[in-house]
């Protein structure tokens, strides 16, 4: 800084900022004209609300999440575009974001919406959990941080009807945001922002169980992102770098906010859109305890998830005739899909307790945070590290059982793992899906949860599919090469042997595997809610762009579709 006077100024401005009495923008731009190099924060709460709503923009995204941070990072590229993000949550500064083993304990926590299923008929009247982030970086902050696209012929499906999504589409799109530690090839890309890596610190039980899968028949897989062949066992590929976890806030929104053109509002919950003669022009949201009207001059886009992005439309009018007015709320654009086609992933635990002191029950000791440091030890896993897929229904057009393994217990979500014992828990799941639920409406008030049904099990195969699992789970888990680790079984247990019994099993036990996708989907069919373009049918300004639009789920961890997915809309967008 040249002067003291400088000095002086630029304290002012800074106050000024802190107070919220001026903008994200206007800090930058001030400072710069003052010779100095500011670095606004992160995050703005509450008391800068009103100043980032006075500010016209380009494009507001609605939601930090995985598709969100990427679609922001992409269109703020462009100097000439101002783009405004607002998300519910707060700035990701919570440790357990980041130390890959710790997710676990932002279940249930304020960065989570901790959403509940209705009772499911089909599935004892279980509730299931479904944990989506409500933070930057969205659910990529609170996920497992498995790397996996889901076979080319899942995207060849979508392609079909919506042209652009075919894989030879959507590939380029999965290469340009990696960087993938191997080294790029036909199906993988380096210098992208997201970090993909090979686990650093494999736990020994891991390792175990996928020679116990090659021991039982399974082939081995190195890569569950090279092609249509998925079958076999192997290691997941994860969003870490240097043993911590790449999140798309760490990969995509950090960097971009250096930036002036881009800023992002946190701990906004929004609860209108703003349409004016059939054109999306804004979106109201609250802050703290005000409410708060920003205006778009391009788009607003919804990518609040699919969870969030119908329920937004929903309550701004745009959705099923009969079931809004029902509401008492307003329509303003009959469009009977917004909710609709809701599918979901579910898995169940084959478990037994470890005899060996390997598991990462031991991930809290003092040297793990020493060996964190490094890169290495307990807390670098991802819990879920690795798995495989095979194919169970003749006619399924790419594989319909994939597994999860924990070299950990994993029952109930995590909340109801023993604390006698420690344990390893494979979890066959259900990849393949069948059943088709729906988000609706609980009230017109938007504090209220949405209703989420997804059906589980409405469809006979699906059940039979991860009847199956369990049976292949136990094949594996009974394998010479877990001798060493295996001790009993304690789910399903010794009493669950008959196909009746492990299906009433199923019923009780399953969890969803976090992977909620379909409910604005794409198509140009009557239930469809977006085009091609992302464009909501019979509103001009507004996208969709998060995993709501899948037409029909990928089958695999849905994580990296729905960042390409924000890769795509940026694109429709700047073309």
Partial sequence: MNSEKNRTKYAAVAQEFDAGRIS?????????ALGVAAAAPLAFGASHAKAQAAERYDYVIIGAGSAGCALAARLSEDPDKNVLVLEAGPADENPFIHIPAAFPNLFQSPLDWAYRSTPQKHSADIQLYMPRGKVFGGSSSINAMIYKRGNPVCYDAWGAENPGWSHADVLPLFKRSENNERGADDHHGTGGPL?????RDPNPVTLAMVDAAVEAGYPAQPDFNAGTEQEGFGLYQVTQKDGMRNSTAVAFLHPALTRDNLAIQAEAHVHKLLVENGRCVGVRFKAGDEMHEVMADAEVILSAGAIGSPQIL????IGSRSALEGLGIELVHDLPGVGQNLQEHLMAPVAHVCTQPVTLAHATEPEQAELLAKGMGLLTSNIGEAGGYLTV???????????????????????????????FTIMPSLVGTKSVGEITLASANPEDAPLINPNAFAEAQ?????????????????SPALDDFRGEERFPGADVQTDDEIRAYLRANIQTIYHPVGTCKMGSDDMAVVGADLKVHGIDALRVADASIMPT???????????????????LIRA
Avoid: Y
């Fill in 24 to 32: 994200r923008r206007d800090f930058m731009r001030k400072s710069a």
């Fill in 195 to 199: 970090n993909v890596a090979d686990l």
């Fill in 314 to 317: 929903m309550l701004s009018g």
């Fill in 393 to 423: 229904m003749p006619d399924a057009p790419a594989p319909d059982l994939q597994f999860h393994f924990a070299p950990t217990w994993f029952i109930s979500d995590g909340a109801g793992n023993p604390t006698d014992s420690e344990g």
């Fill in 462 to 478: 699906d059940l039979e599919i991860l009847l199956e699992g369990v049976k292949i789970a136990r094949k594996i888990m009974s």
């Fill in 553 to 571: 789920i990928v089958n695999g961890n849905t994580n990296a579709a729905a960042i390409m997915i924000g890769e795509k809309c940026s694109d």
